[in-house]
């Protein structure tokens, strides 16, 4: 650690805060946050109105169950200003997310809401062992995603060295990892993939090099993604999770025991619900994340649903922080497609890809039709040295691919062995699947 002052000390010990103050403390800030909500915002009063609830019916945690949901699509009703409580002026920052389909959402800050963002990416850097002595490469993109800025900051409230080199330039990216003696990286994990076959190629061995820590999120990465990611640089992996619409990155992050995110309960309630009927389920249940900012006073989202799948993990960590833990975002409900009846993830693809020995995790899943039938196409790289013109020995690892991916998902998919280097590589968030279905 670095020069621990009193106020950074007080910060690093909301992770060791008693649960039983935590939960009054929660309270507080919830019943603060839906009277500051139902007074500024028209969208969640008139929902509150509906419903016959006023902020004084929030009297214990579990009335929060009672409370209209957000959704994503209500950004997007609302675009740009239509969910800011606050006057223009309190703002000081505007960050964007462009989406997949239609209107972006737009999201805002007060100053006080940038602080406590800077604090929960610090205590998670904290938690992962980086200090002020460390030299931290932000290769988020810097701009309206929040990834970048949301690194940024809370790096340098750690006082760690921060090379803002945001995303691209891919070779400049690993000539200054070795030779400003980078000792932290913070991308994507498909970028740091992307890092590691261009340091390959230039003839550089991460392993040899002083980096030793990896900050990766934004999206979903499986346990083998994370072995080749910890294998082929010889660093420590931390998953970092986060969306705009609650802060950005920093809402949950993995401890050096690596098992699961410590969410940063003080500041976001997390919820986990049955996607289908909205139920609230106990920890432990894998269901819908709902999260509730406590502490977000430009925008405050009340019950809004991520769509990302998990569990809440209340054992206590090995670590001693007693805050709780959401375990790895495997997939988000709206990923799952569903192939002849079968509903399928692209992490369990991925999962079972990686599985094998002398697979990448370059691939690409093609979603098609034929004969009125969906079909699923997987493209998969294999790893240079795998490839032989011995026509039998390829023809054996597609098999050994394509019974993996059958025994995971139990379909039958068409494998398609590509050549090294024809998947494009991601800067930022990688893009696996492609539907070209006729009718979705
Ligand atoms: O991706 C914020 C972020 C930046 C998080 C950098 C971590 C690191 P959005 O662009 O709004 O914000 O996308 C949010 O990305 O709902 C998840 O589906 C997915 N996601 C984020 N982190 C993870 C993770 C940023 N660690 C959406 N594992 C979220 C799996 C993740 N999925």
């Known amino acids: 650690m670095g020069r621990i002052t009193t106020d950074n000390c007080e910060l690093l010990s909301k992770d060791f805060i008693d649960p039983a103050y935590l939960r009054e403390m929660q309270l507080c800030k919830l019943q603060s946050i839906v009277r500051h909500a139902y007074e500024n915002v028209g969208l969640f009063r008139s929902r509150m109105d509906k419903l016959k609830l006023k902020p004084c019916d929030v009297r214990e945690l579990k009335d929060l169950a009672k409370l209209p949901f957000m959704k994503k699509t209500d950004l997007r009703d609302t675009y740009p200003f239509g ?27 007060t100053k006080d809401d940038i602080n406590v963002w800077n604090e929960v990416m610090y205590r998670g850097l904290a938690g992962a062992g980086l200090s002020k002595n460390d ?161 977000k006073y430009a925008m405050p989202m009340i019950r809004y649903r991520t769509r990302d799948l998990t569990r809440i993990i209340s054992e206590p960590c090995e670590c001693g922080r007693t805050i709780r833990r959401i375990d790895r975002i495997s997939s988000r409900s709206d990923d799952m497609f569903i192939i002849r009846g079968v509903n399928v993830f692209p992490s369990q693809i991925e999962s079972a890809l990686l599985a094998i020995e002398g697979t990448t995790p370059n691939y690409r899943i093609i979603l098609y039709t034929e004969n009125g ?68």
């Open 135 to 295: 030299i931290i490469q932000v290769s988020y993109g810097y701009g309206l995603f929040t990834g970048g800025l949301g690194a940024h900051y809370g790096a340098e409230m750690l006082g760690a060295t921060v090379v803002p080199a945001s995303g691209g330039n891919t070779r400049r990216q690993v000539m200054r990892i070795r030779d400003f003696g980078v000792t932290a990286m913070m991308c994507t994990p498909s970028y740091f993939l992307h890092l590691i076959e261009e340091a390959d190629r230039q003839g550089i061995d991460l392993r040899e090099l002083p980096i030793k820590a990896g900050v990766f999120g934004a999206e979903p990465w499986t346990a083998g993604m994370r072995e080749r990611i910890e294998q082929g640089a010889g660093i420590e992996a931390f998953d970092i999770y986060g969306l705009s619409e609650i802060i950005g990155p920093g809402v949950a992050m993995e401890c050096r025991k690596h098992n699961g995110m410590h969410i940063y309960e003080d500041h976001f309630y997390p919820e986990i619900i049955d996607p289908d009927t909205g139920e609230v389920l106990p920890d432990g249940e894998t269901g819908e994340l709902v999260l509730t900012t406590l502490s």
């Open 83 to 109: 969910l800011f409580a606050v006057p223009k002026s309190e703002i000081v920052r505007l960050h964007a997310s462009s989406g997949t389909t239609g209107k972006p959402i737009v999201v805002a800050y």
């Open 373 to 440: 039938m969906d079909n699923i196409q997987v493209d998969a790289e294999l790893r240079p040295d795998m490839i032989s013109s011995d026509a039998e020995k390829m023809e054996k690892i597609r098999k050994k691919i394509s019974s993996s991916i059958e025994s995971i998902t139990g379909l039958r998919v068409k494998l398609k062995l590509v050549d090294p280097n024809t998947i494009a590589r991601s800067e930022g968030k990688a893009k696996r699947v492609f539907d070209e279905r006729t009718a979705k």
